[in-house]
């Protein structure tokens, strides 16, 4: 496993997010960014988890919530790489694939682009 510092890893997500184009980040409502070590020990070995209410499906009702929330895994982005340019790109593909979900872009819509 590929040894890094929390905070080298916090610096990969906030250039990863920096990196999404600005209209983009503009229409991001509402969301949260945290890094985790691991996922639930119970669930699978996930890079991302997004949790919360997609753009697409928020309507009148979608008032005085908390925030959704993007969690970035450390532990299973580090364990999947041998190179530092290697988790470079799987923070970046793990952001990108989060906040795809906030816009309301599935899982088999990412794979299709690329993204999985």
């Not at 996922?39 to 959704?68: F, I, K, N, Q």
């Not at 970046?92 to 899982?107: L, M, P, S």
Request: negative net charge; aromatic residues 6%; hydrophobic residues 40%.
């Amino acid at each position: 496993m590929l040894k890094m510092s929390r905070e080298e890893f916090e610096e990969l997500v906030g250039s990863a997010l920096d990196r999404i184009p600005s209209d983009l980040a503009q229409a991001m409502d509402n969301i949260a960014v945290f890094v985790d070590d691991e996922p639930a020990p119970s669930g699978p070995e996930l890079m991302g988890l997004y949790e919360g209410t997609p753009l697409t499906e928020r309507g009148e009702w979608y008032a005085g919530v908390l925030p959704d929330r993007i969690t970035i895994y450390m532990g299973p982005i580090l364990r999947r790489c041998e190179e530092p340019e290697e988790v470079v790109h799987e923070v970046a593909v793990t952001v990108v694939h989060e906040v795809a979900h906030h816009f309301g872009i599935d899982d088999e819509r990412l794979h299709e682009l690329g993204w999985g």
